[in-house]
């Protein structure tokens, strides 16, 4: 598997403060450097200003710092390059969308560090490629438009991971029917998979669907081939 446009999906039956907690964890933990990190998040306008107001609390008590600290929330991102390339992009959104919140960094701190930042858009076709950091981009949908949010996000190409919060059964089960994603978490956070023991991998662009620690996968690297001997 590769990485993704990963999405997170929230109609206005979900709890606001479970959304939270898990967009901040999706988002924002081990730098956004995840595969399955969430990089898109889909709200129901009916309940976006709240949701949002409240990520802009969780985002200002984040603590960015050396990750050997136990009161650190997030660290640096892997080297000086990644980090220019994350600030480019986060400069071209600062021109382009709307400034939700961004995490405090202390300007003292050494090292590849950016702060956690999380902007409104009005399409996800404004984001050209994966921003594998911790940078979140919104988009707002109004009741109904939920089949359109899913085809867009298939629209891209990817297909690794997709979250929903929910509280509707039907809205829930349609959404699996109808996402590209390999994988689908229900009203919890996004990442956490461990590769190798639980079945883990996404389609088209994100990989192969070859699912590491499902039942196949061993199957997947072996070739059957016929030997036919001579004994003389």
């Known amino acids: 598997e590769t990485g993704g446009q990963n999405a997170m999906l929230v109609d206005s ?23 399955s990190a969430l990089r898109v998040l889909y709200l129901q306008a009916d309940i976006a200003d709240k949701v949002l107001e409240m990520l802009a609390g969780a985002m200002k008590e984040l603590v960015i710092g050396d990750p050997r600290w136990l009161t ?17 992009h986060v400069d071209k959104m600062e021109r382009e969308a709307r400034l939700i919140a961004r995490a405090p960094l ?3 701190l050494q090292g590849a560090y950016l702060a956690p930042v999380a902007f409104e858009i009005d399409s996800i076709g404004q984001l050209e490629d994966e921003v594998f950091g911790p940078v979140l981009h919104v988009i707002r949908f109004r009741a109904g438009q ?25 809205r829930i ?52 081939k016929t030997v036919a001997e001579r004994w003389v």
């Open 13 to 35: 039956s979900a709890l606001p403060e479970q959304v939270v907690k898990d967009v901040i964890a999706s988002a924002f933990h081990s730098a956004g450097q995840r595969c």
């Open 72 to 88: 650190t929330d997030v660290g640096p991102v892997i080297n000086d390059s990644a980090r220019a390339e994350l600030q480019a």
């Open 106 to 108: 202390d300007p003292a």
């Open 146 to 170: 939920m089949d359109r949010a899913i085809d867009e996000i298939n629209s891209t190409g990817y297909g690794l991971t997709l979250g929903i919060h929910s509280r509707i059964d039907s």
């Open 173 to 224: 089960a349609g959404v699996a029917a109808d996402c590209g994603a390999g994988n689908l978490y229900v009203n919890r956070k996004i990442t956490g998979a461990l590769v190798g023991v639980q079945p883990f991998g996404g389609f088209n662009m994100s990989g192969s669907n070859a699912k590491a620690g499902g039942p196949d996968y061993l199957r997947l690297f072996m070739e059957m």
